[in-house]
């Protein structure tokens, strides 16, 4: 049974992290050395965790399924990343950055945690500078800010549309400096299938090599997962093709609890659907929001061409509607309002599920070059998506599953219910709680990497004992034995549907009963379509090809398998919160304008789900959440 | 509008330590509209169903960022179109009734794994011998106190868009690395933070690429317009330069 202690320091909110770090125990530099550490994952979290501790002198080992570390899915991030260095002198600073980060958050996460991360964000800054990233300057040759939602400062550093693809660049150069160093052992086209616990620690890993299809045994002393969100189990989203949950739903099966797996984000600016045969969704910068105008038309089903619609025929609706922020509201709210509108019979194109997004004001008042210079790739990357010119038709947006705020549940220090086991970036649930503002998710991931987890994971590391043990421990063959025999089954099933084929019917079941709106009706019907969706997915699924081999429907179908099982998780605790917080909106809770509306009485707490096995009902426990800085209050951006 | 049109396919297969040949199947009912990489789903949905393994082909984010993509189309690197990666390339740039080639890329340095699927881990470990500043977290000073002309931040961005697929040398006649290389020696000896370490850097980034079995460059431009991001072929000018200033000083 789990006791869920979240170790938040005790003393005032802005010494905290500062008091803590003076008090964990250290480990010496001779004795770093002696402890080897896995981290899973190479995205920002991984590459600058492992890069850090590297430094610091212990002993890495870092997986990717990619073949190279620099692929990991971090690197498509566009915009920009936070930091609370007040550089355009708007007022800015580490409370309002952490006090916005909470309000964003629909005030679902820990207040603690965010703090933290705020405290980090100036020294990201700093570092990555160093790092050589070339992050935008001005012409005094100064670093350049622009806006995102869900902020009245400008606080959002960038580089160009490819701020995340610099920063990744910068980890994964510093993760190459310490291979070449022989303080990591990278391995590569390597995908981890199960975390291995012993005398109830996490002491190592089995992994899968990609291309040979052996199953390998790596024991360490501690684990990290660094392993990204589960936004893939929609199909359909904004995340890579590979982006997977596995690591995380293994790990959840060895006694991790999962955190608020119902928070999803749905980000408002993405190249709507438009075929069946479609991949996966394209994201269009957040920053387009600065200078675009959202509209549609004010009467349903009006299918002039957009620039044959006069002003006073054009709802600008997140104008009208929240005066303040206008279009640069948080995400969940443009989201839910495209959607609504959309809903309405007011939709655009051909399918009536988008809003234009207008750039013909902004280019009238800055000029061409100026719109073309700050968002000339997005403008590109759009019209060679859809061959359309947004430079002189608006572009036309719809949301998509982005980003995923829960995750797995870690106490202050970043580790998961189960000892020894870490989760960073992504893959936590800690900072965002209900809804994640924009160029936020690149500055929690340096902040874990870099500046906390090697802060932190000392004082495991110190204060545990690690009985000596080998890969030829029986831990170690069991799970070995376990991962093969899944592997084997679902090769074995040789049905007649594609893995693809499934995966895409979970994806629409959920992005119609768990996506921008839920209800319990609908809840309750995908608890009980999903068991025989993920039945039928083990009757009936084809994966062609062997096991010893590169098999790409094999690494597929694994991941598929998790998700069928994730899924249902996902649902119960949609239907466990029945409020309205953030990007989870109960259609059940909401205020008279449409708003969401929380239930802080009964639903101020952090939802962790413990496993209890396969035919069991998991249990709930609850963490709950105190605002000592930042007030509960209805949020409003009007 | 989008239409549908069918192709022939005559792509290389390749098991793991054997010969490589090519298979022609047909890809029908293909959506103009689709990526080229969403065309190869739905003919190995087909292949699948009707009993064969699946072409391997690598790919992740699908929006032209990862790098992972990445094959000869018709004898060009990530196919013909200007700019653009394979997963980026659209299918209403080809004719109904076109047959399209599709191989691996072909390089010495790049060894295929299977079918699609090369070996472009050289590309990491040119960059594992200085292809980043050595600066220790925690090291760094705020990040204000060190001004970067805007002209040079400009530059070193347009070198550090680098995505690293690889097509510079698959595209290159010898197989060389240089346009890599010189993106990220470049990036680094624009910006102040890289001057320290700048003539080690170059030294040992160019002695790895040649012993990793990259070829030299001729100056055919090939690269340049090969490559998907853009990347200036002025770089190897740059890199050139680097390298003799950092060998006629002497340096260490």
């Known amino acids: 049974?789990?006791?869920?202690?979240?170790?938040?320091?005790?003393?005032?909110?802005?010494?905290?992290?500062?008091?803590?770090?003076?008090?964990?125990?250290?480990?010496?530099?001779?004795?770093?050395?002696?402890?080897?550490?896995?981290?899973?994952?190479?995205?920002?979290?991984?590459?600058?965790?492992?890069?850090?501790?590297?430094?610091?002198?212990?002993?890495?080992?870092?997986?990717?399924?990619?073949?190279?570390?620099?692929?990991?899915?971090?690197?498509?991030?566009?915009?920009?990343?936070?930091?609370?260095?007040?550089?355009?002198?708007?007022?800015?600073?580490?409370?309002?950055?952490?006090?916005?980060?909470?309000?964003?958050?629909?005030?679902?996460?820990?207040?603690?945690?965010?703090?933290?991360?705020?405290?980090?964000?100036?020294?990201?800054?700093?570092?990555?500078?160093?790092?050589?990233?070339?992050?935008?300057?001005?012409?005094?040759?100064?670093?350049?800010?622009?806006?995102?939602?869900?902020?009245?400062?400008?606080?959002?550093?960038?580089?160009?549309?490819?701020?995340?693809?610099?920063?990744?660049?910068?980890?994964?150069?510093?993760?190459?400096?310490?291979?070449?160093?022989?303080g990591v052992k990278m391995h590569t086209r390597t995908e981890v299938i199960d975390i291995v616990v012993i005398d109830g620690q996490a002491r190592g890993i089995i992994a899968r090599n990609l291309?040979?299809?052996?199953?390998?045994?790596?024991?360490?002393?501690?684990?990290?997962?660094?392993?990204?969100?589960?936004?893939?189990?929609?199909?359909?989203?904004?995340?890579?093709?590979?982006?997977?949950?596995?690591?995380?739903?293994?790990?959840?099966?060895?006694?991790?609890?999962?955190?608020?797996?119902?928070?999803?984000?749905?980000?408002?600016?993405?190249?709507?659907?438009h075929g069946e045969y479609q991949s996966k969704l394209t994201l269009m910068s957040e920053s387009l929001r600065n200078d675009g105008r959202i509209w549609v038309p004010k009467q349903k089903g009006d299918k002039r061409p957009a620039n044959e619609i006069p002003e006073a025929e054009r709802d600008y609706y997140l104008e009208r509607k929240y005066p303040s922020f206008g279009n640069l509201v948080p995400r969940d709210l443009a989201s839910r309002n495209a959607k609504q509108v959309c809903d309405e019979g007011r939709g655009v194109g051909p399918t009536g599920q988008a809003v234009y997004l207008d750039f013909a004001e902004a280019i009238q008042r800055l000029g061409r070059d100026n719109i073309e210079a700050k968002y000339g790739n997005l403008f590109e990357m759009y019209n060679r998506i859809t061959d359309e010119d947004p430079y002189t038709t608006p572009m036309m947006i719809y949301p998509a599953v982005h980003y995923t705020m829960g995750g797995l549940w870690v106490d202050y220090n970043l580790m998961t219910t189960l000892p020894g086991l870490y989760a960073i970036g992504e893959v936590n649930f800690s900072d965002h709680g209900a809804n994640r503002l924009g160029a936020s998710a690149l500055m929690q991931g340096l902040a874990d990497g870099?500046?906390?987890?090697?802060?932190?994971?000392?004082?495991?590391?110190?204060?545990?004992?690690?009985?000596?043990?080998?890969?030829?421990?029986?831990?170690?063959?069991?799970?070995?034995?376990?991962?093969?025999?899944?592997?084997?089954?679902?090769?074995?099933?040789?049905?007649s549907r594609t893995v693809d084929d499934f995966h895409k019917e979970l994806g629409s079941l959920l992005w119609e009963k768990c996506g921008m709106a839920r209800n319990e009706a609908g809840l309750k019907e995908a608890l009980e379509r999903i068991p025989q969706i993920r039945k039928a997915f083990w009757e009936n699924v084809n994966v062609p090809g062997s096991a010893d081999d590169l098999n790409q429907a094999l690494e597929k179908a694994n991941r598929v398998a998790d998700f069928m099982e994730f899924a249902e998780l996902m649902v119960k605790d949609a239907l466990e919160r029945a409020e309205s917080c953030g990007g989870h909106f109960r259609e059940e809770s909401q205020t008279e304008e449409g708003e969401a509306l929380r239930d802080d009485e009964n639903f101020c707490y952090v939802s962790a789900w413990e496993f209890k096995g396969l035919d069991q009902e998991p249990e709930l426990h609850k963490e709950a959440l105190e605002f000592e800085e930042v007030h509960l209050s209805q949020r409003s951006y009007k | 509008m989008s239409k549908k049109i069918s192709l022939t396919l005559k792509v290389w297969r390749q098991n793991r330590g054997e010969e490589g040949r090519f298979e022609t199947y047909q890809a029908g009912n293909?959506?103009?509209?689709?990526?080229?990489?969403?065309?190869?789903?739905?003919?190995?949905?087909?292949?699948?169903?009707?009993?064969?393994?699946?072409?391997?082909?690598?790919?992740?984010?699908?929006?032209?960022?990862?790098?992972?993509?990445?094959?000869?189309?018709?004898?060009?690197?990530?196919?013909?179109?200007?700019?653009?990666?394979?997963?980026?390339?659209?299918?209403?740039?080809?004719?109904?009734?076109?047959?399209?080639?599709?191989?691996?890329?072909?390089?010495?340095?790049?060894?295929?794994?299977?079918?699609?699927?090369?070996?472009?881990?050289?590309?990491?470990?040119?960059?594992?011998?200085?292809?980043?500043?050595?600066?220790?977290?925690?090291?760094?000073?705020?990040?204000?106190?060190?001004?970067?002309?805007?002209?040079?931040?400009?530059?070193?961005?347009?070198?550090?868009?680098?995505?690293?697929?690889?097509?510079?040398?698959?595209?290159?006649?010898?197989?060389?690395?240089?346009?890599?290389?010189?993106?990220?020696?470049?990036?680094?000896?624009?910006?102040?933070?890289?001057?320290?370490?700048?003539?080690?850097?170059?030294?040992?980034?160019?002695?790895?690429?040649?012993?990793?079995?990259?070829?030299?460059?001729?100056?055919?431009?090939?690269?340049?317009?090969?490559?998907?991001?853009?990347?200036?072929?002025?770089?190897?000018?740059?890199?050139?330069?680097?390298?003799?200033?950092?060998?006629?000083?002497?340096?260490?």
């Open chain 1, 1 to 182: 049974m789990v006791k869920l202690d979240a170790r938040i320091p005790d003393g005032p909110m802005a010494e905290k992290w500062t008091n803590h770090k003076f008090k964990v125990k250290l480990v010496n530099p001779a004795n770093k050395r002696k402890h080897k550490v896995i981290v899973v994952g190479t995205g920002l979290a991984g590459a600058s965790a492992a890069a850090t501790m590297s430094e610091l002198g212990y002993q890495v080992h870092s997986f990717t399924y990619s073949d190279s570390p620099r692929r990991a899915h971090s690197i498509a991030a566009q915009g920009g990343i936070n930091a609370a260095k007040n550089y355009p002198n708007d007022g800015d600073s580490i409370y309002r950055l952490f006090y916005d980060t909470v309000k964003g958050g629909d005030f679902r996460s820990r207040e603690a945690n965010v703090y933290r991360l705020a405290e980090c964000s100036n020294l990201i800054i700093d570092h990555c500078v160093a790092q050589g990233i070339p992050f935008a300057r001005e012409y005094g040759g100064y670093l350049a800010n622009r806006s995102f939602g869900g902020a009245q400062v400008s606080r959002t550093f960038y580089a160009r549309g490819q701020t995340g693809q610099q920063l990744l660049l910068g980890a994964f150069g510093a993760l190459q400096k310490e291979i070449k160093k022989g």
């Open chain 1, 211 to 273: 291309v040979t299809g052996e199953l390998t045994r790596h024991v360490a002393d501690a684990v990290v997962l660094a392993t990204g969100g589960y936004g893939n189990v929609f199909f359909l989203s904004t995340n890579a093709m590979n982006c997977n949950a596995s690591a995380a739903w293994r790990a959840y099966k060895k006694g991790a609890c999962f955190a608020n797996p119902c928070y999803t984000q749905i980000h408002p600016t993405c190249i709507p659907v």
């Open chain 1, 450 to 495: 870099y500046f906390v987890l090697p802060n932190t994971i000392n004082d495991y590391l110190a204060s545990s004992s690690f009985t000596k043990v080998g890969t030829d421990h029986e831990a170690f063959a069991e799970s070995e034995a376990a991962a093969k025999d899944k592997l084997d089954r679902l090769l074995a099933v040789n049905g």
């Open chain 2, 30 to 252: 293909i959506d103009t509209d689709a990526s080229f990489l969403e065309m190869l789903d739905v003919v190995n949905d087909e292949l699948t169903l009707s009993g064969k393994e699946p072409i391997a082909f690598e790919h992740d984010c699908r929006e032209g960022i990862c790098g992972c993509c990445g094959s000869l189309v018709n004898g060009k690197t990530h196919g013909s179109h200007e700019r653009t990666t394979l997963c980026q390339l659209h299918m209403r740039h080809f004719k109904d009734g076109e047959m399209i080639v599709i191989e691996p890329f072909r390089a010495t340095a790049f060894p295929v794994i299977k079918d699609l699927i090369v070996d472009r881990s050289a590309l990491d470990r040119i960059i594992a011998e200085g292809g980043y500043i050595s600066v220790k977290t925690g090291n760094a000073p705020e990040a204000s106190t060190t001004p970067v002309k805007k002209a040079l931040a400009e530059a070193a961005m347009d070198a550090a868009e680098c995505i690293g697929c690889g097509a510079c040398v698959a595209a290159c006649p010898n197989g060389a690395a240089m346009l890599f290389t010189a993106a990220k020696v470049n990036q680094y000896a624009l910006l102040p933070q890289g001057h320290p370490e700048r003539a080690q850097r170059v030294k040992n980034m160019v002695a790895k690429m040649d012993e990793l079995g990259f070829g030299n460059c001729s100056n055919e431009y090939e690269c340049a317009v090969a490559c998907p991001k853009g990347i200036d072929v002025k770089n190897i000018a740059a890199l050139n330069r680097e390298f003799i200033k950092a060998n006629l000083k002497c340096e260490k």
